[in-house]
């Protein structure tokens, strides 16, 4: 097959490049710095043109997969005057376009990189996000996610394209950035963490997981013409915090140490990280059910951070 992806010099992109090229397909992969870039697999690299370019629909010929990874993610300390109105920019109007061409270029399928944060913030102990959840994005970031979907929805309507919306949680792996590198720069300097005792539960992802799983729907064969599916994904089991911090520590040959606060200093951490806009993304929950996907796509995660 040939396999367009938006973003191949990313995080998430950059690995689905690799693979889907050892796996036999033809890759073409597009990149704001693709012109500072060197290919990274046996296909192309193009400098990625303005989402209401003509270029889109001679890079779209004869393309069967589009995967759609580029976008505006979330930012740790976003410093946009209007951070709504960018993520609209760069993660539903340019999802609504790049569909508009998918869809005028005759591709099969589009394939959409949506989050988790889509479902919400946090879950609670025993309810976990599933597939039928009504959306509940608080985030400008989730919302334009959100919108994004449903951009893909509406222009894939009465076409012949199908798509597919992946939804993850926080995906790990060498070279993550946000509050895992957080964590992980911690660990390198060997600093004990006040997380005895942390109990919270959160679903992540490997980039590899997520790279199968991607490819997993690209081999797929199609729904009706118009129609999608959406799929919850994870490892397949949530941990803490804890485990989080101590497996980056193994997985650097570091020992990792961790210790109980006492109740007051506990209490003023958790006040200072909540006015900090991190405390939930550290201590909170976010367990999310992939059963039905691993079952409809009979996809097996392989085991990640434990």
């Given at each position: ?98 569909a508009q061409w998918a869809v005028k270029s ?21 309810q976990p996000f599933t597939s039928l959840d ?173």
């Open positions: 097959m040939r396999i367009l992806i938006t973003g191949c010099t990313g995080f998430v992109g950059s690995a689905l490049a690799v693979e889907a090229a050892s796996r036999g397909h033809f890759v073409i992969g597009t990149s704001r710095k693709a012109d500072h870039c060197p290919p990274l697999f046996p296909g192309k690299v193009e400098l990625s043109p303005a989402y209401d370019s003509e270029n889109w629909v001679e890079l779209l010929c004869g393309v069967d997969i589009l995967v759609h990874c580029a976008a505006r993610v979330h930012q740790v300390k976003d410093d946009a005057v209007d951070p709504l109105a960018e993520f609209r920019a760069a993660n539903t109007d340019a999802t609504r376009k790049l005759g591709v099969k399928k589009f394939i959409y990189l949506s989050t988790i944060k889509v479902n919400g913030e946090g879950t609670s102990p025993g009504s959306p509940n994005p608080t985030s400008p970031y989730a919302l334009s996610k959100w919108e994004g979907e449903q951009a893909l929805r509406e222009v894939s309507a009465g076409s012949t394209m199908s798509f597919d919306i992946i939804r993850p949680p926080l995906v790990y792996g060498d070279g993550a950035k946000g509050n895992l590198a957080i964590l992980e720069k911690l660990a390198r300097l060997r600093a004990p963490l006040p997380l005895a005792g942390v109990e919270n539960r959160r679903s992540l992802i490997s980039r590899e997981n997520l790279v199968d799983v991607i490819l997993r729907c690209a081999e797929a064969p199609s729904v009706a013409p118009g129609a999608g599916n959406l799929w919850l994904v994870s490892d397949g089991y949530s941990v803490s915090t804890s485990q989080i911090y101590l497996s980056l520590c193994r997985s650097m040959n570091i020992e990792g140490r961790i210790f109980n606060l006492p109740k007051p200093f506990k209490s003023l951490m958790f006040y200072v990280l909540d006015k900090l806009g991190i405390k939930e993304k550290l201590f909170g929950s976010l367990e999310v059910d992939c059963s039905a996907t691993m079952s409809e796509l009979d996809w097996r995660p392989a085991p990640g951070i434990r």
